[in-house]
């Protein structure tokens, strides 16, 4: 893992990460919302304050901040606009990881240095139109010609995919042996034969750009094949179970802010001659919504230093990304309706919360599939004999 920063140190990052969302971020909520766009100026300054570098080494030039770092620096970055927060937490997580985890030493020289900067953004690409939960419905190929990969086919719904410069990509490399014929490819985007296709018009992560990837005998250098050729899709699935107590402590942080928004507009606004926080259900839906965030609190940044410690966490980080994710849909519903009709116009961001919310348990595995693997291994923990 390298040498970590100290826990003042990621303190103090933690406040120059809620000044930079507050003062910076915020104020552009409603801009980038209506543009679908985030100014290129507001990723720069991020980069200034290191956040496209919360998964790199220090020796690659990123924070070495561990996962516990990672996570309490993300919980801040969730609490602002989730377009931004995705577009930082892609970047960081299956943006990043796989070149971290499997990348051999002149990859990891040649990438981790200028993405830790901002130079280049990150992005994963394993989606298709036939393999969204299944991978095995991969399409992409990839066939060696002398001393390149030509790949051919159409990645969807990509993450950054209209801002990234650098994509992991998986593709069949040997059909006949299924999953363990995926291989994946460090892709760079002026590579001949990439283009990026269609932008999706989505319902909510609003700036966020989500695109798909077309790869027309594109040509990789062999020396850009990441981790062991046919160890793609294991990998893939190491870089999204890693991925996901980041994704968790966004949401964490989306919930915290919707919290203190809900609390907040609940003394001011007065009913019946009074503030609806003198009304019990209400303190009751706050409530609710305060154990939820203290129980997901408690079970991130638990799994965060199980990953540091190396312990085996596919189940927790299963468990962490559906709870995240639920606690998250059901506190942005409560706090819309604490806002009454408020809470459903676009003027009031608690209405952007919500629609954002929707996708946390979409993707980077569906609750269904976070559930299925859970099970998987319960089974393994309790056998009949
Ligand atoms: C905004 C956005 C950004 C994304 N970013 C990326 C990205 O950066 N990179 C990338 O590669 N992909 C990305 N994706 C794709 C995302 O990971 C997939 O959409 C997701 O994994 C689900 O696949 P699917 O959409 O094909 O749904 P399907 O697999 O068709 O599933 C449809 C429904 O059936 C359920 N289902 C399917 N199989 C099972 C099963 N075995 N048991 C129980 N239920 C099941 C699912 O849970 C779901 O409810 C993104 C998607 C969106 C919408």
Known sequence: MGELISQEEIYLIRQAVRNFITKEVEPLAAQMEEEDHIPRQLLDKAA???LFGLSSPQEYGGLGAGMLGKVLISEEIGR???CFATTIGCHNGIGSVGIVEFGNEEQKQRYLPKMAVGKLIGAFALTEASAGSDPSGLKTTAVLKGDKYILNGTKLFVTNGGIADVFTVMAVTDKSKGSKGITSFIVEKNFPGFSIGKLEKKMGLHGNTTTELIFEDCEVPVENVLGEPGQGYINALKVLANGRAGLAARNLGSSQKLLEISTKYAQQRVQF??????????QHYLANMAIEIEALRSLTYDVACKVDRGENVIKESSIVKVFGSEVYGRVADLAVQIHGGMGYMRECEVERY???ARIMRIYEGTSEI???IIAAQLKKEFPLK
């Open 273 to 282: 001659g009074k503030p609806i926080f003198d009304q019990q259900i209400i």
């Open 80 to 82: 602002g606009p989730n």
């Open 370 to 372: 976070q559930r299925n």
């Open 354 to 356: 919500y629609r954002d």
């Open 48 to 50: 200034e304050i290191g």
